[in-house]
């Protein structure tokens, strides 16, 4: 069955961008995906992902490029993670509907199924949404799954080039980097690297 899948990247890393990912997978291509040994980017490496990620970026697909200066600036008028994250998962569904007249769509389940459905537009609410618990089960959620952290890497490269640092991923990890990055550039690099909302920010500030 024709299919739009929709899974993110990155909303849990303090560096880098949040990307969400919209594919369109119908059987043929569902074949393509599953040779290739598609599934969810979690259970993949970094190498795999970087491998696959171009492939599928040529199958119908649409991907919501958050930059962390622009996640800094609209993370407040959302109030939320998962509000922002609907909106996003919203925005790439409406652009691939448009591209492709396909009408399902199944996306990860990420919050309560209102937040998602509040954001949708004409299109969207036209179409046949399914939020899954464990959505990246399903092939088409698999595919965007890996399309949206194979952008979060590239471009998390790109800004640790721009910083002149290695930026690492995730947000454990991530103090040593932060304050390299102040001592070189001072803290108002901050905003154009990372997610400010989270509580790393007070801490390395503090210090």
């Given at each position: 069955?024709?299919?739009?899948?929709?899974?993110?990247?990155?909303?849990?890393?303090?560096?880098?961008?949040?990307?969400?990912?919209?594919?369109?997978?119908?059987?043929?291509?569902?074949?393509?995906?599953?040779?290739?040994?598609?599934?969810?980017?979690?259970?993949?490496?970094?190498?795999?992902?970087?491998?696959?990620?171009?492939?599928?970026?040529?199958?119908?697909?649409?991907?919501?490029?958050?930059?962390?200066?622009?996640?800094?600036?609209?993370?407040?008028?959302?109030?939320?993670?998962?509000?922002?994250?609907?909106?996003?998962?919203?925005?790439?569904?409406?652009?691939?509907?448009?591209?492709?007249?396909?009408?399902?769509?199944?996306?990860?389940?990420?919050?309560?199924?209102?937040?998602?459905?509040?954001?949708?537009?004409?299109?969207?609410?036209?179409?046949?949404?399914?939020?899954?618990?464990?959505?990246?089960?399903?092939?088409?959620?698999?595919?965007?799954?890996?399309?949206?952290?194979?952008?979060?890497?590239?471009?998390?490269?790109?800004?640790?080039?721009?910083?002149g640092i290695v930026l690492p991923k995730g947000s454990t990890h991530v103090k040593g980097a932060a304050r390299e990055l102040i001592k070189k550039h001072g803290e108002d690099v901050l905003p154009l690297v990372a997610k400010m909302h989270f509580k790393i920010t007070k801490e390395i500030i503090k210090q």
């Open positions: 069955m024709q299919r739009i899948g929709v899974d993110e990247a990155g909303k849990g890393d303090y560096f880098g961008y949040l990307v969400i990912a919209a594919v369109c997978v119908d059987d043929e291509n569902e074949k393509l995906l599953r040779d290739m040994g598609v599934k969810d980017s979690k259970k993949l490496s970094d190498y795999a992902v970087k491998e696959m990620g171009p492939k599928i970026k040529k199958l119908p697909s649409e991907t919501v490029m958050i930059s962390p200066e622009k996640y800094n600036k609209i993370y407040p008028k959302f109030g939320s993670l998962n509000r922002l994250l609907a909106w996003g998962h919203a925005r790439s569904i409406e652009n691939l509907i448009a591209k492709t007249d396909c009408t399902n769509v199944v996306t990860d389940r990420f919050a309560e199924e209102r937040v998602l459905e509040e954001q949708l537009m004409e299109r969207g609410k036209a179409a046949n949404v399914v939020q899954r618990i464990n959505g990246e089960a399903d092939m088409a959620v698999a595919a965007a799954s890996v399309l949206a952290r194979y952008e979060f890497l590239r471009t998390l490269r790109l800004l640790g080039r721009e910083v």
